[in-house]
């Protein structure tokens, strides 16, 4: 078949009408006139078509089509519609019948209509104008809509401040589908995590509008970076309840519905990645809206630190035949080693970066332990000869849904694996001088109990030795003094002249902050304390540089103290006003209990409760369902600080 356009020139030149007809057309540019079918204004379109027609903006912009009328055969004539220039771009619908598409409009600047009839009944098909107009407003991220490698995450993680947009698949102007991910079941909704890229941040997300169908279109908005990390309560969360499998609380506290008497709402990361995650289910038929939300940082006392080993550019050196014990809090403020496609095919969850070096050529076996057997952990090696620049795809990586250990084994045969894998992969050949980057991640949820990483095979590892044997080096922010007490303790030291303590607000460019003398030789433990009488808002990095008797010098690990300003140092509650229950946010500096009261107009204490308090970011559930409708004050108390805020119960 071939298929052409009829241009008709009328007496404004400006006007144009073409009609798809039974030959090649292609692409077209245009901004204004009328489409038609193939019968033109009027006539019917022929039977036993099958017509692709594109209709692209010719002025850069957004171009719509307005439907006037619409009458094709039901159930065997169809017309679908493309979001872009060909069939492959995101549908915007079928119609049959006398379902009119009524105003579409492309936000990529073309639209594409494939029209098929069968071999019977043809009638008046449709009319419809074309115009030209901005394009509309589209979303930084999107909701993904497939698995990524068997996997149920759906897209690479994502560090970003913000503030950036984030919205369904259908984006700001269109509806989300159907079929998400195309098995319905809450444990195949598919997920995406954002994180923060600055250290002492955590992500907030707020909802600006969000209507899906009610009991069958779920949102799961999870306080960390993993797919079961634990889910948001406070409402517009309702509870779900699911016939399969029952009572399973991660699929519990989901939004959905139509939410537009609760917006704006939020969410804040209280975990110790800072990470949100998001998961979607819909079903096969009612779609909606969707959502439109903003996602940014929040400077929180929690948070990515920005100096453990959960970046590359922070990978700590390994040496052979030691066991390390490790652990690790979130994913680090760098995205590093999602491919999209393939193992590590979501990117990091709980991760840590090391590095390693063949002293002598051989094997090399690798074995990771976890304190608990039931969690997961996944591992990719990258290599020979790369930095964290150039990492380019691991020669090992296993994304196995195996709980336990995992490592290098000599008789695992395959070199990567996807979910199915059994975490076993081959052990590597090394040659003397080669290098490598590991990083091992943590799956789970619940990142607290940590491994153990051991080395094995026929290679030995190069190791230096150190001048000292730094036990630990902390710091620990005194709000009422407004100082950083450091302190670090060493078990040996050989000709240890003295520690140049270094500070710096970037973690990148460093500065002396004092001195302090080393003991020199010792096989006993020894502590070392000094403080930051000046310390600067916002996060703070310490470094030593440790110098020997004859000059020489070795750094320490960088650590850091994130010291917020008033502004963000304060309680947050929400909902607010609430119908009962809501959630108080609030930051402790230490490890210690505070107390929350609940006061009356008239000042009495109405209720009154004890909170375990963290370093960090801290948060409370709190019940005012048995109080009478009124406004009310809350105070907490902490070691260091006194908040106070009033709430509203409706």
């Not at 990771?368 to 969690?375: G, N, Q, R």
């Amino acid at each position: 078949m071939k298929q052409f356009f009829i241009l008709i020139i009328g007496l404004l030149a400006t006007t144009f009408a073409y009609s798809q007809i039974d030959n090649p057309g292609g692409t077209t540019s245009v901004c204004s006139g009328t489409f038609h079918d193939t019968g033109g204004s009027g006539g019917d379109y022929s039977d036993n078509e099958n017509i692709t027609t594109t209709l692209c903006s010719n002025a850069g912009n957004c171009i719509s089509v307005n439907f006037t009328s619409f009458d094709i055969e039901t159930n065997f004539d169809f017309l679908s519609i493309f979001d872009g220039p060909n069939a492959a771009s995101p549908s915007l619908g079928t119609f049959t019948g006398g379902t009119s598409p009524g105003l579409v409009t492309s936000t990529t600047g073309c639209l594409t209509f494939v029209f098929t009839s069968d071999f019977s009944v043809n009638v008046a098909g449709w009319d419809a104008t074309i115009s030209c107009s901005a394009c509309p407003a589209t979303a930084d991220y999107l909701q993904p809509t497939a698995f990524i490698n068997n996997e149920k995450v759906g897209a690479c993680l994502v560090t970003d401040c913000g503030p950036f947009s984030y919205a369904d698949n259908g984006n700001l102007s269109g509806n989300y589908s159907n079929n998400v991910p195309g098995i319905y079941s809450p444990q195949n909704a598919i997920y995406r995590v954002f994180c923060p890229d600055l250290a002492g941040n955590c992500m907030q997300v707020t909802f600006n509008s969000f209507n899906t169908e009610a009991n069958f279109d779920y949102l799961w908005v999870r306080n960390g970076p993993t797919e079961y990390s634990p889910n948001f309560t406070a409402a517009p969360m309702s509870t779900t309840v699911w016939p399969s499998p029952p009572g399973i609380a991660a699929y519990d506290n989901a939004l959905h519905g139509d939410l537009s008497g609760s917006v704006p709402f939020s969410f804040q990361s209280t975990d110790a990645s800072g990470c949100i995650s998001f998961a979607f289910l819909s079903d096969g038929s009612v779609n909606g809206p969707g959502w439109d939300a903003t996602v940014q940082c929040i400077p929180c006392a929690g948070g990515p630190n920005g100096t453990d080993n959960n970046d590359c550019v922070r990978l700590t050196p390994l040496c052979s035949g030691t066991a390390v014990p490790s652990n690790a809090s979130g994913p680090g403020i760098v995205a590093e080693g999602c491919t999209g496609t393939a193992c590590p095919a979501g990117g990091e969850n709980h991760s840590n970066w090391f590095t390693f070096q063949a002293f002598t050529t051989g094997t090399v076996n690798v074995t990771m332990t976890p304190a608990t057997i039931t969690d997961d952990y996944d591992f990719a090696i990258y290599g020979p000869n790369v930095t964290c620049t150039t990492l380019g795809s691991p020669i090992r990586c296993t994304d196995s849904g195996v709980q336990g250990t995992t490592g290098l084994t000599g008789a695992a045969g395959d070199n990567t694996e996807d979910v199915n894998g059994d975490s076993f992969l081959q052990t590597m050949n090394v040659i003397a001088g080669e290098t490598y980057i590991l990083v091992v991640d943590e799956w789970s949820a619940n990142a607290g109990s940590g491994y153990t990483l051991s080395f094995g095979g026929t290679a030995s590892l190069d190791c230096t030795i150190l001048p000292i044997e730094l036990v630990d080096f902390g710091a620990e922010y005194v709000p009422n003094e407004d100082v950083v007490d450091l302190f670090w303790t060493t078990a040996t030291e050989r000709n240890n002249d003295y520690f140049l303590v270094e500070r710096s607000t970037n973690g990148i460019d460093f500065a002396p902050l004092t001195s302090v003398d080393g003991v020199g030789n010792t096989e006993y433990e020894t502590k070392y304390y000094t403080a930051d009488n000046d310390p600067e808002i916002g996060v703070n990095y310490y470094r030593l540089k440790q110098y020997d008797i004859d000059g020489e010098w070795e750094y320490s690990d960088v650590i850091s103290v994130n010291i917020l300003a008033d502004y963000y140092d304060v309680i947050s509650v929400s909902p607010n006003p609430t119908t009962g229950s809501t959630q108080i946010v609030f930051n402790c500096y230490d490890k210690s209990q505070s107390i929350l009261k609940v006061f009356d107009g008239a000042g009495n204490i109405l209720e009154q409760k004890t909170i375990d308090c963290q370093p960090g970011s801290n948060h409370a559930e709190l019940d005012l369902s048995s109080l009478s409708d009124g406004v009310y004050m809350i105070t907490l108390n902490t070691n260091y600080k006194s908040y106070s805020h009033k709430i509203v119960k409706h």
